[in-house]
């Protein structure tokens, strides 16, 4: 199983950015697909998750301004990311779990500046 993460760069506050992962080499529209984040000197967190039946679930920090997608046809997951504040900036990771194992791309670095 792979994760190819990309869309991340430099915005300014207020601004918006569009993730994008292609997963390859699972049956990608049977997994639950998330979006994870992690900032200098913190933990890993769950930004956004969507099920494979397309249920969405955004962590407070969020809500209002991300929008989690996927793609099952082409295997592809999205973070749709508007509002951005300097708090949002982070390593941002898509993840699968699959067949008991996590998966997770190589990380995208989304900076915004004030």
């Known amino acids: 199983v792979q994760l190819q993460a990309s869309g991340g760069g430099l915005v300014q506050a207020g601004g918006s950015l569009r993730l994008s992962c292609k997963v390859s080499g699972t049956n990608f529209k049977i997994n639950t697909f998330d979006w994870y984040r992690q900032a200098p000197g913190e933990q890993r967190e769950l930004v956004a998750s969507i099920s494979s039946g397309g249920d969405e679930n955004y962590a407070d920090f969020v809500k209002g301004r991300f929008t989690i997608s996927r793609d099952n046809v082409y295997r592809m997951g999205y973070l749709q990311m508007n509002s951005l504040t300097p708090e949002d900036t982070a390593v941002y990771y898509c993840?699968?779990?699959?067949?008991?194992?996590?998966?997770w791309g190589q990380g995208t670095q989304v900076t915004v500046s004030s």
């Open positions: 993840h699968l779990r699959s067949r008991g194992m996590d998966f």
